[in-house]
Nanobody, 125 residues
Framework: QVQLEQSGGGLVQAGGSLRLSCAAS????????MGWFRQAPGKEREFVAA????????YYADSVKGRFTISRDNAKNTVYLQMASLKPEDTAVYYC??????????????????WGQGTQVTVSS
């Protein structure tokens, strides 16, 4: 069992930066691949970024590539999403998630077993 507690987020102007954190409970955190998803009002949840269990591989949606950076600190049981050059279209509720899955499923929300509570990110123009 893994419990995920998110922090960070808030309101920022376009072009600004924010960092999201996701702290996990349990001693098995380092076994899990971690992902970030987001859901804007009236839209489906979409994949943002993911990182392998040991941090060796990272994956990004095309819409955030070059602007967002996912990282993890297994000693602190925490995964981060550093967001830069934010755009109004990045406005959404962001969720972290943990899963044990082959890399081919990295962007599939149904392959993640545990989810954080979500945190709002609002980017004003």
């Amino acid at each position: 069992q893994v419990q995920l507690e998110q922090s960070g987020g808030g309101l920022v102007q376009a072009g600004g930066s924010l960092r999201l954190s996701c702290a996990a409970s349990g001693r098995t955190f380092s076994s899990y691949n971690m992902g970030w998803f987001r859901q804007a009002p009236g839209k489906e949840r979409e994949f943002v970024a993911a990182i392998s269990w040991n941090g060796g591989r990272t994956y990004y949606a095309d819409s955030v590539k070059g602007r967002f950076t996912i990282s993890r600190d297994n000693a602190k049981n925490t995964v981060y999403l550093q967001m830069a050059s934010l755009k109004p279209e990045d406005t959404a509720v962001y969720y972290c998630a943990a899963g044990l899955y082959p890399a081919v499923f990295v962007g599939v929300s149904g392959k993640y077993d545990y989810w954080g509570q979500g945190t709002q990110v609002t980017v004003s123009s």
